[in-house]
Nanobody, 120 residues
Framework: QVQLVESGGGLVQPGGSLRLSCAASGSILSINAMAWLRQVPGKQREVVAT???????NYADSVKGRFTISRDNGKNTVYLQMNSLKPEDTAVYYC??????????????WGQGTQVTVSS
């Protein structure tokens, strides 16, 4: 079994910052790419940022220069530092990991989602 547990969401004023964390645990052999996605009601889930096992990153245009994705491979954890938050960043944020289990199966796993609300 593999679990991804997210933390760090909450309510923040426009211009503020939040840091999301997502820790993967269980029968993990290796983790390839990790990502953060977000979803608002009535819209498709969108990719916010991705990071490969060697640290290469990509960002959605809407968050470039404001968000930073990073990972600690020793802790199987991915982070999303969100600065200069805007009301349009309000969403449920999900982490995703493409990993190989100790049973040598390869698949995508998802966190449970954490709410981020940007409002004054």
């Amino acid at each position: 079994q593999v679990q991804l547990v997210e933390s760090g969401g909450g309510l923040v004023q426009p211009g503020g910052s939040l840091r999301l964390s997502c820790a993967a645990s269980g029968s993990i052999l290796s983790i390839n790419a990790m990502a953060w996605l977000r979803q608002v009601p009535g819209k498709q889930r969108e990719v916010v940022a991705t990071i490969t096992s060697d640290g290469s990153t990509n960002y959605a245009d809407s968050v470039k220069g404001r968000f930073t994705i990073s990972r600690d491979n020793g802790k199987n954890t991915v982070y999303l530092q969100m600065n200069s938050l805007k009301p349009e960043d309000t969403a449920v944020y999900y982490c995703n990991a493409h990993l190989v289990t100790t049973y040598l199966t390869q698949s995508d796993y998802w966190g449970q989602g954490t709410q981020v609300t940007v409002s004054s």
